[in-house]
């Protein structure tokens, strides 16, 4: 079984940025890729960006590349979701999963755990 623990959100003003964490309770961390998903409110649950088990292989949705970027720490059995140049469409809640087939997937399915989520919110 694997915790996550996202942290990191909170309300930031358009064009401001922030830095989600998400702590993994497993000594195998590295062994899985993660992603990140936002669900804003009325909406389904979207993908946002993952990384593969090394780091080296990421991706992004089109509307946060080049504002976004994922990175992991694997001594640190942690995830990271640095946001630049936050938009008011931003405002979400965001959560990290854990993928035990390292496939860096865009679709929910693929990931076999997931946190309880860190609200973002970006006034305008």
């Known amino acids: 079984q694997v915790q996550l623990v996202e942290s990191g959100g909170g309300l930031v003003q358009a ?9 993994a309770s497993v000594r195998t961390f590295s062994i899985y890729a993660m992603g990140w998903f936002r669900q804003a409110p009325g909406k389904e649950r979207a993908f946002v960006s993952a ?7 990421t991706y992004y949705t089109d509307s946060v590349k080049g504002r976004f970027t994922i990175s992991r720490d694997n001594a640190k059995s942690t995830v990271y979701l ?43």
């Open 51 to 57: 990384v593969n088990s090394h780091g080296d292989r």
């Open 82 to 124: 640095q946001m630049n140049s936050l938009k008011p469409e931003d405002t979400a809640v965001y959560y990290c999963a854990a993928d035990s087939k390292d496939l860096g997937s865009r679709t929910m399915s693929a990931y076999d755990y997931w946190g309880q989520g860190t609200q973002v919110t970006v006034s305008s």
């Open 15 to 23: 064009g401001g940025s922030l830095r989600l964490s998400c702590k």
